[in-house]
């Protein structure tokens, strides 16, 4: 997928990864650190959105800074359970992401709410329907935070 | 007078790609182009905000392998080796969870990427012999499929009326 890429893109993203001029005319600012026309930056990003290599412009939020509850919760799902544990798992909103991974505990997805305490609330939902444990395991210390992508 | 609330629902659509976007938003929220961008600076250096900027969708980009790196560390090496774990540009994070004993006995969780599974074995590798390391129990989760990719937390849209799903953080 990569290969679809411009090379303009790619400096785009790689540039915009790191952060967005805080000023009146941002484009401007962006277009003379570039060298790329502030319109074209512009509609590559709106293009780059539209083909799925950008899912956000805008902020990352810290939802426990804003008063929200997120943890990573975990679970050990039998292998011929999977599927319908998925798909409960799935049906919550509070679930963010779920990933499953090759480990006994095979199935790891995020929570986040709007309150703290409703991350309990959630995980015993979790367990009251499929009748399994859920391991929860909220942050403790942050040593980074990178998540940028060179392309 | 800014509504911090308001412009946290507003942002949290994305800003909108036109010239003067902190000035659309300010009209959103019935506030000044000079006070939102006040806001979000402020919102930035309280660590509110982590990131300002494009959140990309790194397994459309190339990077399709990656693992979760567990390890179980001595309490009082966590700080040190998180650290310098986190140091790695292939590490996306370093966090020290609390242990679930007897079955989970792992403290600290890296997440490294990687163009493929081989990539991503090369970069822990690298990380081992730097931070020595070798001799503490961990484990590797591969991730073998993602069911669902989407911040998802409730704030209730004042300005619309509507609850929205938002983005208000990507990995927790």
């Known amino acids: 997928m990569m290969e679809a890429l411009h090379s303009l893109d790619k400096k785009i993203i790689n540039s915009l990864q790191g952060g967005f001029p805080l000023c009146e005319k941002p484009w401007d600012v962006l277009s003379q650190q570039l060298d790329i026309p502030a319109d074209e930056i512009m509609s590559r990003i709106e293009r780059l959105m539209q083909d799925g290599y950008i899912s956000r412009f805008g ?20 292998p011929n359970r999977f599927d319908e ?20 505990f095979n199935m790891w997805f995020v929570l986040a ?15 009251k329907q499929t009748g399994l444990l859920v391991y929860n395991m909220p942050k403790k210390e942050e040593y980074f935070l990178g998540l940028k992508f060179e392309v | 007078m800014l509504n911090e609330r308001q412009l946290i629902t507003v942002l949290q659509h994305g800003l909108p790609l036109i010239s003067r976007p902190y000035a659309a938003i300010a009209e959103q929220i019935g506030s ?44 009082d090496r966590v700080d040190e080796l998180g650290g310098c774990f986190g140091k790695f540009e292939f590490v996306n994070l370093s966090y020290r969870r609390p242990r679930r004993l007897p079955d989970w006995p792992y403290n600290l969780f890296c997440m490294i ?14 990380m081992i012999d730097s931070c020595h390391v070798g001799d503490m129990p961990h484990a590797i989760l591969f991730s073998t499929h993602c069911y669902k990719q989407r911040g998802a937390v409730y704030i209730h849209d004042q300005i619309n009326g509507n609850d929205h799903l938002t983005n208000k953080s990507d990995i927790a």
């Open chain 1, 85 to 104: 544990v998925t798909d409960c798992v799935n049906a919550f909103d509070e679930v963010a992401h779920n990933y499953q991974r090759d480990h006994i």
């Open chain 2, 113 to 126: 990427h990687g163009h493929d599974r081989d990539d991503v074995l090369r970069n822990l590798a690298q």
């Open chain 1, 59 to 78: 902020p990352m939020y810290n939802a426990e800074k804003l008063g929200g509850g997120l943890t990573l919760a975990a679970m050990k799902v039998p």
């Open chain 1, 113 to 127: 709410t709007e309150k703290p305490e409703q991350i309990k609330q959630i995980i015993k939902k979790i367990e």
């Open chain 2, 32 to 75: 000044t182009e000079q006070e939102v961008m006040e806001y979000i600076t402020a919102m930035q250096a309280r660590g509110d905000i982590k990131r300002f900027g494009v959140v990309v969708r790194h397994r459309n980009l190339g990077y399709q392998a990656n693992a979760m790196v567990v390890w179980n560390i001595p309490d």
